[in-house]
């Protein structure tokens, strides 16, 4: 016969194997999101600020509880990202028109410097909400505006972070992303059309899959996994890679020029880009500013300072 001692003690340590065993599977099924969420409401005239807080802790669930992906994440492994909403029109009690500031980050290795995949602002965007109502999302049909965006910019943010550990690792999440924008295309709300503007959610994802960019996802590989993840090892061949990247970019601007997702590579890049060939040898410095200039005219200021050495 077992002794009350022994059975408790038994039971007490299958309690404690199990409990680590939750923990090790929590941490293997860890969503991939670490996305934080802030909503202004400075604007608002008469809707209950109230609301938006509630909104706040709603769409931060929503991001970071969700399984966006079938792979599994350790907790540090999740993508950080950044959602700046703010509330620019009450459209009606329940109705609101917004703009969106979103920031992606992915860390490189050997280092403690994470670098920007994805900034960018969203001017286009109404949606309703009713306080403790649920944000439902489903890939097989447009259930709202709300939810459609949230879940696009998450598909978006997760393709281009596995494009730069892969090469054209983030295909099924740009896939998902087109969806979303083919379902909401005959919907009133804008944003979602390319006859609305040549800088929207439809002309991203458009660039995104179109074969015409491929090579932006290419860059996104190179720069990232054979550039900045070698830095610390050996600064003049990673900095050779950038300048190849550069070259790529280049050539791509010249078939399609203006293109959206070159802008945006350099609204993330220019300030990483600058401090790099700041520390690069004389001859290599001046092949990427000849580069950078025609790319991104906007920092014209930035890179003509590394010319002069400032």
Known sequence: MISFNTSFKLRMHRLLVFCCLLFISTGLMAQELSCGVSINTQQLKTTDPKVFRTLETAITEFMNTRKWTPDSFQPEERIECEFIITIVEELSSDK??????????????????????LNTVDKDWEFQYVEYQPLEFNEAAFISNLTSMLAYYAYIIIGMDYDTFSPKGGETYYQKAYTIVSQASNREERGWKSFEGN??????????????????????YKYHRLALDKMSEDQPKPVGEVTKALQALDNLNRAQPNSMVVQLFFAAKSDEIAGIYSKALP???TKAVGYLLRLDPLNTEKYQALLSGK
Request: glycine share 2%.
């Open 283 to 285: 001859a290599e410095r």
């Open 96 to 117: 609101f028109r917004a703009q969106v500031s979103i920031v992606s980050r992915r860390p490189v290795y050997g280092t403690d410097y994470n670098t920007t995949l």
């Open 199 to 220: 800088r929207n959610r439809y002309w991203l994802i458009n660039n995104l899959t179109d074969p015409r960019y491929a090579a932006i996802r290419d860059v996104a």
